[in-house]
């Protein structure tokens, strides 16, 4: 089942606060996870703003962000830190998870099943009631302070058998799922974004709702808004439209010849 609508006002926000336009009741949940010292799962397609979605929270909080993209060669040490030969002498060197926790900041793994299987077991200490972090090679054992908080995300429609959160893994968190907005609040954030009046996105929104409703093409990712900005941002440029869109949506999205020919199909009904 998809987000429910809020009707409760929004507060205004702070300058400094990224954009970000809230798809339902993804925010109140947030910042009850984290009054609560809960740890957070980010459930989503890529490109469908969950990245802009913490930094947009963590700037409301008032707590500093520190975002982590994982990738296969990512180690729980790359996460807690290291000795490190400086001067002669080896010292210490905290890493970005150790670093969050001395802080009391947020710590966002963003796509954490491409990381090697140990970085999981050494947040499970930070995901209960312990929540804490162990240091094996220094001794320490850190006590997360009340501010700190653990999000992690991923694409479970991208993930295979071979790269999967584990369930007990996955029970260590409270799950929000994101998805792609509906047209007119994509038709907003894009806007937005890129600066390009409306009108001119408006045929960018209603391509990326056809192409995500395809069924016969083999896309390995549907068309994200981060395109679309890509797209509009190129559009208000003064590149042309339809060149804009090979460039920033057909292309990244395909190599393969005949899923191309049919993207530019519907470039061509939908720009003419």
């Not at 947030?30 to 700037?59: D, I, N, Q, S």
């Not at 010292?91 to 140990?118: H, M, N, S």
């Not at 010849?257 to 519907?266: C, I, M, P, T």
């Given at each position: 089942?998809?987000?429910?609508?809020?009707?409760?006002?929004?507060?205004?926000?702070?300058?400094?606060?990224?954009?970000?336009?809230?798809?339902?009741?993804?925010?109140?949940?947030?910042?009850?996870?984290?009054?609560?010292?809960?740890?957070?799962?980010?459930?989503?397609?890529?490109?469908?703003?969950?990245?802009?979605?913490?930094?947009?929270?963590?700037?409301?909080?008032?707590?500093?962000?520190?975002?982590?993209?994982?990738?296969?060669?990512?180690?729980?040490?790359?996460?807690?830190?290291?000795?490190?030969?400086?001067?002669?002498?080896?010292?210490?060197a905290d890493g970005p998870l150790t670093k969050a926790v001395?802080?009391?900041?947020?710590?966002?793994?963003?796509?954490?099943?491409?990381?090697?299987?140990?970085?999981?077991?050494?947040?499970?200490?930070?995901?209960?009631?312990?929540?804490?972090?162990?240091?094996?090679?220094?001794?320490?054992?850190?006590?997360?302070?009340?501010?700190?908080?653990?999000?992690?995300?991923?694409?479970?429609?991208?993930?295979?058998?071979?790269?999967?959160?584990?369930?007990?893994?996955?029970?260590?968190?409270?799950?929000?799922?994101?998805?792609?907005?509906?047209?007119?609040?994509?038709?907003?954030?894009?806007?937005?974004?890129?600066?390009?009046?409306?009108?001119?996105?408006?045929?960018?929104?209603?391509?990326?709702?056809?192409?995500?409703?395809?069924?016969?093409?083999?896309?390995?990712?549907?068309?994200?808004?981060?395109?679309?900005?890509?797209?509009?941002?190129?559009?208000?440029?003064?590149?042309?439209?339809?060149?804009?869109?090979?460039?920033?949506?057909?292309?990244?999205?395909?190599?393969?010849?005949?899923?191309?020919?049919?993207?530019?199909?519907?470039?061509?009904?939908?720009?003419?």
């Amino acid at each position: 089942m998809g987000p429910v609508t809020s009707l409760r006002p929004e507060p205004p926000e702070p300058d400094d606060v990224p954009f970000y336009l809230p798809q339902g009741e993804e925010c109140r949940l947030f910042e009850t996870a984290h009054a609560l010292r809960l740890p957070v799962l980010l459930k989503g397609p890529t490109g469908c703003g969950k990245t802009r979605f913490v930094a947009y929270m963590a700037a409301r909080l008032g707590r500093p962000l520190t975002t982590v993209s994982c990738h296969d060669d990512l180690t729980a040490a790359d996460l807690t830190g290291r000795h490190l030969l400086k001067g002669g002498e080896t010292v210490w060197a905290d890493g970005p998870l150790t670093k969050a926790v001395r802080q009391g900041g947020i710590c966002y793994l963003d796509e954490v099943v491409e990381a090697r299987k140990d970085v999981t077991v050494v947040l499970h200490p930070l995901t209960d009631d312990r929540r804490f972090l162990p240091l094996e090679r220094t001794g320490e054992a850190l006590e997360a302070p009340p501010g700190f908080m653990l999000v992690v995300s991923y694409n479970p429609g991208y993930q295979n058998l071979l790269k999967s959160l584990k369930p007990s893994t996955r029970q260590r968190f409270i799950a929000i799922e994101l998805d792609f907005p509906k047209p007119e609040q994509e038709l907003r954030i894009v806007a937005a974004e890129s600066g390009l009046a409306a009108e001119g996105v408006r045929p960018l929104v209603n391509l990326a709702t056809r192409v995500r409703a395809l069924r016969g093409i083999d896309l390995e990712e549907a068309c994200s808004t981060r395109l679309l900005v890509y797209a509009a941002s190129l559009i208000r440029a003064g590149i042309p439209p339809r060149a804009a869109v090979e460039h920033a949506v057909i292309e990244p999205l395909s190599d393969d010849a005949d899923v191309k020919a049919g993207l530019r199909d519907l470039v061509q009904a939908g720009f003419g």
